[in-house]
């Protein structure tokens, strides 16, 4: 049951971020991680670390489709702005900040979920 | 357990609100702003979005104009606008402007109107203060008051302005151009009054300079000598306006308003210590046109490639426009509705500044510290003061008093002394009589001479020359703008503003301008350099003339009867140089002379050099240090003070007919030394120190187009959006004009023949303002060797290659 949960905590994330990231404000995210974090009641390390790992790949794959569809030298010259930045560290660090956003609001869902969760 | 729950829960919302805030954030760095990460960042809303979109054509919204008329884009984006009159086509060139240079149009607007620290914060205070002081925006209002009389124009400009309008208002903020997210603001609607205040910043460009303080300084320094070290007229003086060409009237007709010598007055105020950033001189553009008699197919050809500060986005935009009225093709500004430079099938034309001195300085005499009351005319007349109030980006807002006189704004303040300042007489505070965007209009759809001496009427300032051919033969060339009436030598110096009698005394009718029609010599030609010799009847001073361009084009044109396009298309791209023709032989000549100069490689090389500035050329980069370096030592009296940087500094011209002919000037002699130099010692010299430069292991391998290493930056100088160590031929003084950061911005060549316009051009740029987009930059190496595109005129609205573009 647990495992399920958490595969399931995965693939909703996974699908509750690539909605948001393409429909919504980067901050979207939060409040969509915490209500899934509070309705899958996982233990705030565990929803912590599975809304990073799982939200991380899908900005990264997103941003990296944004790339190589269009073969623009934007994201070349956005990187020279930001002191050199390569494309590649700038996936890294698109994809981190979508997968701690997810994680902060993962965690505070999860926290608040077992506000009321009665200690068996 | 509940209180640890609940510290938990606390701290983890605390965590969300932290990140959320960090990261929504503009943090400032080093005086910029940096853009908030989160929304940047952001998948939907951020840059990301911007790459995917470069990858595409930009969005056009075919419903938004289709009641308008069709657009067809070509491979390079060049729109090519059918409508059923000018009011739709101009919907659509509004459309289609803000669709490729939304951010351009919309931020270069906004720096003419001084406000540029709203987005950048308080670096950019200084910046928008000026903007302010020189009354920008105070003569766009005055413009659109003048507009508004021409009920027709006005309403064109309307039509453009909803166009824009209607592109901005179909845009998500995620879709903004990129600049935008990175600056942090948002569009402004347009409207005509922006309209006036793009026309109000290219006047700054090209006619807000003077050399007056500058000159003031050096008559101070110099004394007499002055006239002889900063001549009117000078021994390479090929005019614009062909020498003995007959003018519309004669000194008679102004002798009330333009009397005697106005000549060297002291104002007493001293050495004026205000060093100005006025861009390099000795740079420009070029235009002529050959009659079908020097051609060798038998038509009218011109040629122009207007010269100014280069950047991405270009300030240039193709456009072709077809109505039932008219069908013109050419580059227009964002900005302004209407083609600047082009040609239909009838005429062409082209233009280049004219560079009259229309902004005069006045010594102004306050009363007292509080300076509410200053001089005129023996009486203390109030002060009028006009309270700038300046939005600031992270700051209070600021505010600026600016003091405006009898003469216009007080510009600079005396730091020595509170009872002296400065006031600034511009062209641009006087309204027209004409809506100077008629011009364009008309120009548009000129059928002939006639037409196009009406439509030019129209136009006030920037003073330019406009060169032009029609097929039915005709080339003329008339420098355009409102001169005003001056005494010989008025205003070429600070003027004391306690005189009223110091004012100008009106403008010249544009009848009366100079302009010349068929001349028989067969072309036309301008190149900055001074409009008349000194028959014509009224005075006007140096604001930015040149002569090497002009007399070195004049000889080529001269040169042949048989011009094709193609030739006329190399010339704009020549880069001999008459400068270093009249000097090198001189500089030469004196090492020959010295024993330890022989044999020397560099010079050997020198001897060999064919005068070109070529990209890979090591001898351009030889010379020009050598004569750099030269130059600095023989006017040592002031190039090597740093207590007097404002000041003007003889000509290189001036310093080579000097060279030529005064073998025992005193200012040959340097200042540091004790012994007794002569002009043969500081060739040597410089010699020596352009040697010991280009000794340098590092520098072995230098050429020309290397040691240039030509630019071309980003509007905003975004890091990263422009482009740098470019590698080009050209330099200031030859045809291909391209120093640094400047250079020729559009090139063009027209043949009008019986089957319709045969037409080229190129812009060193792209036609799409979007930084990553295909043509954001697409041309700039074409540019640079010299290529061109051939133009596509389409003859009408069925003209079969229109089913080769894509149409919205």
């Known amino acids: 049951m647990k495992f399920n949960s958490k595969v399931l905590f995965f693939i909703a994330m996974v699908l509750g971020a690539g909605v948001s990231a393409l429909f919504a404000p980067w901050w979207v995210l939060m409040p969509v991680s915490a209500i899934l974090g509070w309705f899958f009641k996982l233990k705030w390390w565990s929803a912590g670390i599975l809304a990073l790992v799982s939200v991380f790949p899908v900005w990264y794959l997103i941003a990296w489709a944004y790339q190589y569809s269009s073969g623009s030298e934007l994201a070349v010259m956005i990187g020279d702005m930001f002191m050199g930045l390569g494309i590649n560290q700038l996936f890294m660090l698109t994809a981190l900040i979508g997968g701690i956003s997810a994680a902060l609001g993962a965690i505070a869902g999860s926290t608040f979920g077992h506000l009321f969760k009665t200690a068996r | ?808």
């Open chain 2, 1 to 808: 357990m509940f209180m640890k729950k609940y510290f938990g829960f606390c701290f983890s919302v605390f965590l969300c609100f932290f990140w959320g805030f960090i990261m929504n954030h503009s943090w400032k760095v080093e005086g910029k702003y940096l853009p908030a990460i989160g929304p940047f960042f952001g998948l939907y809303e951020g840059f990301w979005k911007n790459v995917y979109m470069a990858g595409k054509m930009p969005t056009v919204s075919a419903e938004s104009f289709s009641t308008h008329g069709k657009l067809y884009l070509d491979v390079r984006e060049v729109p090519h606008i059918v409508a059923d009159d000018l009011k739709r086509a101009y919907f659509i060139q509004g459309y289609v402007h803000a669709m490729h240079r939304l951010w351009q149009m919309d931020f270069s607007t906004r720096a003419a109107e001084g406000r540029v620290s709203e987005i950048v914060g308080p670096l950019a205070l200084d910046f928008d203060k000026n903007k302010r002081r020189k009354g920008l925006a105070e003569s766009a209002r005055l413009s659109i008051e003048t507009w508004k009389k021409f009920p027709e124009t006005f309403s064109l400009v309307e039509a453009y302005s909803d166009g824009v309008n209607q592109y901005i208002r179909e845009l998500d903020p995620s879709e903004y151009p990129v600049e935008y997210k990175i600056m942090g603001f948002s569009p402004e609607l347009w409207s005509p009054f922006r309209s006036a205040l793009f026309h109000k910043s290219m006047s700054e460009v090209l006619c807000g300079r003077d050399k007056d303080i500058e000159l003031t300084n050096a008559r101070l320094f110099f004394g007499k000598d002055f006239d002889l070290l900063f001549p009117e007229e000078n021994d390479l003086m090929d005019p614009v306006i062909p020498a003995q060409t007959e003018w519309a009237f004669s000194s008679d007709s102004i002798r009330d308003l333009s009397p005697g010598n106005f000549g060297w007055k002291d104002t007493g105020i001293g050495y004026i210590p205000w060093q100005r950033e006025q861009g390099e001189s000795g740079l420009g553009s070029n235009n002529w046109a050959v009659a079908a008699s020097k051609s060798a197919s038998g038509n009218p050809i011109l040629c122009n490639d207007p010269h100014l500060t280069l950047t991405l986005p270009s300030i240039w935009y193709e456009q072709q426009i077809m109505t039932p009225d008219l069908n013109v093709y050419g580059v227009t500004f964002p900005g302004i509705p209407g083609v600047i430079i082009g040609f239909n099938e009838s005429v062409a034309w082209g233009v280049t500044n004219g560079g009259w001195d229309v902004m005069d300085w006045y010594k102004i005499q306050w009363r007292d510290s509080s300076q509410t009351e200053y001089l005129l005319d023996g009486k203390w007349e109030k002060t009028e003061f006009r309270i700038e109030t300046l939005q600031v980006r992270g700051c209070e807002p600021v505010f600026d008093t600016i003091r405006v006189t009898h003469w216009g704004p007080v510009v600079y303040d005396d730091p020595m002394h509170y009872k002296y300042g400065l006031a600034m007489h511009w062209v641009i505070r006087y309204g027209s009589q004409f809506c100077e965007l008629d011009m364009f209009r008309e120009m548009n759809s000129a059928k002939n001479f006639q037409d196009y001496r009406n439509a030019i009427r129209k136009f006030p300032y920037p003073a330019q020359n406009i060169a032009f051919i029609s097929r039915e033969g005709d080339i003329a060339l008339t420098v355009q703008g409102a001169m005003p009436i001056k005494s010989k030598g008025q205003g070429r110096f600070v003027l004391d503003g306690a005189e009223s009698k110091n004012a100008w005394n009106g403008f010249l009718p544009y009848e009366w301008n100079p302009f010349t029609h068929n001349p028989e010599r067969g072309f036309v030609s301008s190149a900055n350099q001074k409009s008349t010799d000194s028959s014509f009847p009224v005075y006007y001073n140096d604001g930015d003339f040149r002569e090497y361009r002009g007399a070195i084009l004049n000889r080529f044109l001269q040169s042949r009867n048989d011009w094709t396009i193609q030739d006329l298309r190399d010339l704009q791209f020549n880069s001999y140089s008459l400068k270093a023709e009249t000097a090198l032989p001189l500089m030469l000549a004196c090492t020959d002379t010295l024993s330890d100069k022989k044999n020397r490689p560099f010079l050997n090389s020198l001897r060999e050099w064919n005068f070109h500035y070529d990209s890979a050329a090591i001898q351009p980069v030889v010379f020009d240090l050598w004569f750099d370096y030269l130059h600095k030592l023989v006017w040592d009296e002031i190039t090597l003070d740093t207590t007097r940087k404002a000041i003007s500094v003889p000509s290189d011209q001036t310093t080579i007919h000097l060279m030529k002919n005064s073998a025992n000037l005193t200012y040959y002699d340097l200042v540091s030394t004790s012994q007794k130099e002569n002009l043969a010692d500081l060739i040597s010299i410089a010699y020596d120190s352009m040697e010991i430069f280009l000794g340098n292991d590092e520098l072995k391998n230098l050429n020309w187009g290397r040691y240039k290493s030509a630019s071309i930056p980003h509007l905003a100088k975004i890091p990263g959006f422009g482009l740098s160590n470019l590698s080009s031929s050209g330099t200031k003084d030859v045809l291909n004009a391209h120093a640094r950061t400047f250079g020729p911005s559009w090139r063009m060549a027209v043949e009008l023949t019986e089957d319709g316009p045969v037409a080229y051009g190129i812009y060193p740029g792209g036609q799409d303002g979007r930084p990553g987009a295909k043509n954001y930059k697409s041309m700039i190496t074409s540019w640079r060797e010299g290529k061109y595109y051939e133009l596509l005129y389409l003859k009408n609205g069925n003209d079969p290659r229109i089913q080769q573009l894509k149409s919205f």
